[in-house]
Each structure stands twice: as structure tokens, then as C-alpha cells.
């Protein structure tokens, strides 16, 4: 039996959802089906799959909208009993609903993620790698890069790095200026990776999402979530003006400095980098960090 996971069922099918989509779920920007499995008078949570409706692209194509599948999983003790075929039954009832033209997923490129893979490729999934990666940056990591024999104290992460000139949070600038901002980039690049940030300045971590201003001129931008968890999801790193590397280098020092100063141990930041360049930034205040490449899946 598979229900839509409503208000009152996320308590029940939260131990099978991580933190950062029960944020989603509770706030209407994700939705999630549920498998039952009936056990004599009860019913009990096998399975979930949660999914955003979004624009999107789809092979260099801007498309108004998209299923994105963001988790799906089941109990390890109820798997090859069927609940995954219920669950992919009933978003393809979803899609056939819906105005809209497939279904996507990314999945890291790392063998771990293999049988993922499979599973959606038996449903009619095709896969080709994205230029989208993944990093996992931890307190350790910080520290790991104050030990380096090549870092030098102005760049020194755990030791706190000056804020950039110019930078405020884009909480201290107009509602109507950080959303012009966001349209004017979706204008310069209609990437779904720009297609799918909110204009919202609620949905993002104030004490990190900043800009750099010059005047009333934006001219670079980091936009950082907050997960359910207490994790951070540093989802854009923005360039209004072409060649300031210069000034992404020094928000993204500057995020990472106050995270690790203010943050508790067990916080994590979850990078998503979508350009080259964005991993050539985070790769140079990190330089041992490993980037995680995604694989993206295709369904119509």
C-alpha cells in the first residue's frame, strides 16, 4: 500500500527520510510517497520516496517542469518484497497526472551507488554523467588545512579569515533587490543549476548567505541552506560580473572560516558545484578535499 506522506505521517515514515528533506517536506517544498506494509491491524512504514516538482533542463533544453527524485529508499528487512515497484507505480501515476515531461535523479558516480542505479535503469531510466559535483566539508577538514606546510595565516580557515570588503548578508539588502538579483542571473545563465534556486530570502541561512556590493550593484553571491538536521547545503556560489574569481575565493574562505568558528562539531557543509570553476575554488581552499561526480538519470 503506498499514501502520500502528509503532515500528519511524517513523524511516522521520518526514520527513513534524512533530516535535510523532512526541512522540505514540512515546508511544502518537497513531497513524499509512503509504502505500508499491513501487519495484522497495523501498519508499518516500509518505504519512502520523496520528490520536488521544479523547472528544469532537460539535454540543454529548458523545460517549465520536471519531477526531480530526491530519495528513495527501504527497510533493509522489507527489500525484494516489491515496496520499490509500489513507490515507482505510483510517481509514474504522478507524472502521468502532472504537466510534467519525465522524472530526474542524480546519483554520485561512486560504486556504493551502483545498485541505485540498476534499480532505476530496470524502471526505464537512461544515465549519462552531469557536470555536477559533491563535497562533504567537516571540522576536521578545516583543521586539516591548517596543518598544510603550504598555508599561509591570511588563509588560515580555522584561525578566521577577514570578511571581504564590501560583503553584507542578504538579509541587510531590499527582499526586491536580492530577487532582481537572482532573475538577472537566470537571464546571464538559464542553467538548471540557476533555474532552481528560490528568490526567497527566507528559505537560506542569513548568518552565511552574503553578497558582495559595490553601491547599490551586486556583484557576487553565496546562497547556503540549512538542513533539518542542522547540516549546511552551500547550494550557489554567483557572479554578476565576469573575471572576480578573486571575490568568490574570498566568500567561500570567509563561509568556511565562520562555519568552522561558529558551528558545532558534528555540522557538516554539503557543497553542490556545478561549474569547473566552483570546483577549482573550493579545491583551493581544500585542496585534499575529494568532489564527488553525479550521474544523472532521465525518465519520460
Not at 538548471?192 to 556590493?213: N, T, W
Not at 550593484?217 to 565576469?242: A, C, K, N, Q, T
Request: overall charge negative.
Amino acid at each position: 500500500m503506498v499514501k502520500n506522506v502528509d503532515h500528519k505521517l511524517i513523524e511516522a515514515f521520518a526514520p527513513l527520510i534524512p533530516g535535510e528533506y523532512i526541512a522540505k517536506l514540512e515546508s511544502g517544498q518537497s513531497f513524499c510517497l509512503g509504502a505500508l506494509k499491513e501487519d495484522g491491524d497495523a501498519k508499518l512504514p516500509v518505504g519512502v520516496l520523496v520528490f520536488s516538482v521544479e523547472k528544469g533542463e532537460i539535454n540543454g533544453t529548458e523545460t517549465e517542469n520536471l519531477i526531480v527524485l530526491q530519495w528513495f529508499y527501504v527497510s533493509e528487512e522489507h527489500r525484494q518484497e516489491g515496496y520499490m515497484n509500489e513507490l515507482m507505480d505510483a510517481l509514474s501515476d504522478v507524472l502521468d497526472g502532472s504537466p510534467a515531461e519525465g522524472i530526474i535523479c542524480d546519483i554520485p558516480l561512486d560504486s556504493e551507488y551502483d545498485l541505485a542505479e540498476a534499480v532505476l535503469m530496470s524502471w526505464g531510466f537512461q544515465f549519462e554523467t552531469a557536470s555536477t559535483y559533491e563535497m562533504i566539508i567537516s571540522k576536521e577538514d578545516c583543521r586539516r588545512q591548517a596543518r598544510s606546510k603550504d598555508i599561509t595565516i591570511e588563509t588560515n580557515i580555522v584561525a578566521g579569515v577577514e570578511k571581504p570588503k564590501g560583503m553584507v548578508s542578504i538579509l541587510d539588502i531590499p527582499e526586491s533587490v536580492f530577487k532582481k538579483a537572482v532573475k538577472t542571473a537566470r537571464e546571464n545563465n538559464k542553467s538548471e543549476a540557476l533555474v532552481q534556486i528560490s528568490e526567497s530570502r527566507e528559505d537560506y541561512a542569513g548568518d552565511l548567505s552574503c553578497v558582495i556590493k559595490y553601491g547599490d550593484d551586486i556583484s557576487s553571491m553565496v546562497l547556503v541552506e540549512r538542513y533539518g538536521d542542522g547540516d549546511l547545503h552551500l547550494v550557489r556560489l554567483l557572479s554578476f560580473v565576469p573575471d572576480r574569481p578573486k571575490e568568490l575565493l574570498a566568500l567561500l574562505r570567509y563561509l568556511v572560516s565562520y562555519y568552522y568558528m561558529n558551528y558545532p562539531e558534528e555540522t557538516k557543509i554539503h557543497v553542490t558545484l556545478k561549474t569547473d570553476r566552483a570546483v577549482n575554488l573550493a579545491k583551493h581552499i581544500l585542496p585534499d578535499m575529494d568532489t564527488i561526480k553525479v550521474r544523472r538519470g532521465f525518465f519520460s
